[in-house]
């Protein structure tokens, strides 16, 4: 198995920025109102993932790493909350594919974090 040297080699992180520029796709076609509303919320949370996951790449200790990797979680947590408020105040359709997509971002960090606590 190769030994992963940059964050971006991460699935779990391209993933996540895969998230992100849908994110972003999404959010351009929002009421100019929203802009400074749920358009920037969306934005920062899913924005927070990916940041989250390359700073805890480069942190030294398990436990470090499994923080970061735990804000990415939440952030995560937090951009799906805001794609439900943005399907339920009508602003797009309900967004099946992003939530797929945050899914499939849970589930890789969830096997990140579990590989960096078995670490020896």
Known sequence: MATIERFEQLVA??????L???VYRLSRVFPREELYGITRQLRRAAVSVPANIAEGFKRQSRSEKVRFYNISEASLEEARYYLRLATDLDLTESPHQLLDLADEVARLLNGLIASVRAAT
């Open 20 to 22: 992100v520029l849908d």
């Open 13 to 18: 992180w391209q993933k996540a920025h895969a």
